[in-house]
């Protein structure tokens, strides 16, 4: 739905208990024994007839009893009362509810009928509530709450949830958010994710999914708060395609865990444990067993053990009694002490070819583990490095544990578990990596060749048939640079196979693959969701065994992926597609064999992720010539660096707010790998002097989830201001958002951005002072033609 009045559930003044009890076997006594211990510092008002206090606090018998309406009401009442509950309470100005009651899908539908006037937003019905420890608020049936910390814990299980919540308290994990999501209730995994991406409080978030239902969003909102923080996911149910899901965890830049015990071992690390700036491990354990453990661990992930520099080894033999290898992993002997791990340490995170350290320590009779810890703590948490931790045993180890956990460093119970942290560490980084890498250009096809095959596919179903024939087959796939070969088998020469097929959550799906009968006994595949970029598709390629053999053919295979990605974005009529087998020989792509089926055309909000709007572009006379206006792509990235290097230094400082000299990555990334669903940037271009592209000007917006407001940027290459080209861009964002239902555009200036205000009240908006000094804020309220 939106993330309007969400701060009702999360920092709400005032909470009322609708069936606050003390007979244990009632939902409303957990919840009322959780809110009196939680600490909440705002009014508690149990509401029950049957009680004049609960707890010592007074209970009212109805909601018209109440001093005033309540920010967050906690309901535990039958089933059949909510939804007059929910409508009563709307229509007294509360905007939070948590349902704890279970209820069946009719009285579900009333009550979000209920709601859906005042904008109360729901979490439930059913699940176990939200605990907010920042607040002070346990508005859960959880047995126990949390302790304050950075990270946000979002499940669809309740029996997870309150795993967790009994997990972070073992092990001195604080919280900033643990909520109890339920299927087909009013806030979904969208919904949290757009909450939490803006959420101060919130440092990462960890994510137990059991099914995702507005997969659009979902992705939106996922792409947004992996931009931003660690988000960390646990897929509960191998059901249908499981790929696909790998596909878009990947494609949103979070990370994926596999089991519960990860699970648990994921919220250590992202609470705890800081980037890794590569892929190379070093490892001191003071024991050679405890080592070797790790670095098997380590090989069985495909990770890479740091070779360790000669000054490294020089300062080692130093520090280290005769005898022990210099290697990594190293051993620095079971009598090793505090001052020898201290040592030992500082000169492995001084080394340049290590880009973390994991210390395994196992209880020794000639070194306290708690003093190895004191010493070491202080030393590593001012480092800045990755270090991950493991002290091996049970009580003898728990206080240096609990030293680590204060120093916010973490630990681990085993060498192998400590390994595989280590490694989704450097698999977020490389998720995240793929999303500011710049993609290549591949050919363009031309809009009639690409109406041809559409209107191949509208004649075939037009005739009846459920299968494309092999002809027309043909002619489709040439128009995409997908050529068929004039033999349909592929000889001796090694089996490619890409398809598609529409997933019933997140749509059209392509994978790519071992093909032929191997392909069909070993399932050597790896999926991506369109649109694909040759980054994207590079990255699937490196994910198959013959995508990694693969070498010289990568750039072509890449070509191919994305133009099948292209295809099935243009045709909806496509149901399913199977490319199988194809082959690249001496540089010349071939298609072997391929079959399409044909079904309804699909809509283009059926694919997770929007593709390139083609409808927008716009061609306009502007100063004697032809002038492009159209969305941004990724591949627009080595002209904006140029265009940026063509603004005046005074114009970037009005723009963004800084004297920067050049656009570092992530930000060009920012700029030109938009999510079209939520924001959308227009550039002017046309062709240069010298036969490339050229970036003019840039506008852009991006809408908040509830689309009620889009926050505006514009500018325009110094030596074109003043020649309309500003008015231009801005009319075409106006249309645009004026299109899809946006109130308002806003934005916001600095005082002496003259031209921004003055394009602003060209176009019957209005200019204010804001409140931070040096500052205006812009706003224009668009009105429906």
Known sequence: ?????????????????FGASLRPDRIGTQVMNNMAESGFAG???????????????????RLSALPRAPDLAIICTPPDTVAGLIADLGAKGTRGAIILTP????????????????????????????????????ASAAHGGAKPGKTAFISQSAAVMSAVLDWGKQHGIGFSRVVSLVEGGDIDLGDMLDYLAADDDTAAIVLHIEAVTCARKFISAARLAARGKPVVVLKAGRSGDDKVYDAVIRRAGMLRVYSSSDLFDAVETVARARPTRGTRLAIMSNGSGPGKLAADALEYVHGKLAQFSPDTVKRLRHELPAGLALANPIDIGGEAGAARHAEVASALLADPDADALLIVHAPSSAADSTGVAQALAPLLRASGRSVLSCWLGGASVAEARQIFADAGLPSYDTPEKAVRAYSQVVQYARNQALLIEVPGQVPAHSVPERQAARNLVVAALAAGTDELGRADLAAILAAYGLPMANVASAGDVQQLRIAMHVDPVFGPAISVGLGGSAGRVVDDRAVGLPPLNTVLARDMLRRTGVGRALVAERDILCGALVHVAELVADIGEIAALEIDALTVVDGVLQVHAARATLGPRRAESTMAIRPYPHELEQEIQWQGGPLLLRPIRPEDAPAHVRFFSQLAPDDVRLRFFSAMKELPPTQL????????????????????????????????????????KAEFAIIVRSDLKGKGLGNILFQKLLDYFRSRGTQEITGEALSENIGMQQLMRRFGGIVTPSQEAGMVDLRLEIKKH
């Open 103 to 138: 209820v069946s899908d009719s009285i579900r539908q009333e009550i979000m009928r209920a709601a859906r006037p005042h904008l109360l937003r729901i979490l439930g019905p059913g699940g176990i509530g939200l605990v907010a420890p920042l607040a002070g608020l346990n």
């Open 43 to 61: 009014a508690i008002w149990p509401v029950n007839p049957k009680y004049s206090e609960l707890l010592g606090i007074p209970c009212y018998p």
């Open 1 to 17: 739905m939106s993330v309007r009045n969400m701060d009702s559930l999360f920092e709400p003044g005032s909470v009322a208990i």
């Open 669 to 708: 990334a920012r700029l030109t790998q938009i999510d079209y669903d939520r924001a959308m940037a227009f550039i002017a271009t046309r062709t240069g002097a010298d036969g490339a592209p050229e970036t003019l000007g840039v506008v852009r917006a991006v809408a908040d989830p509830d689309n009620q």
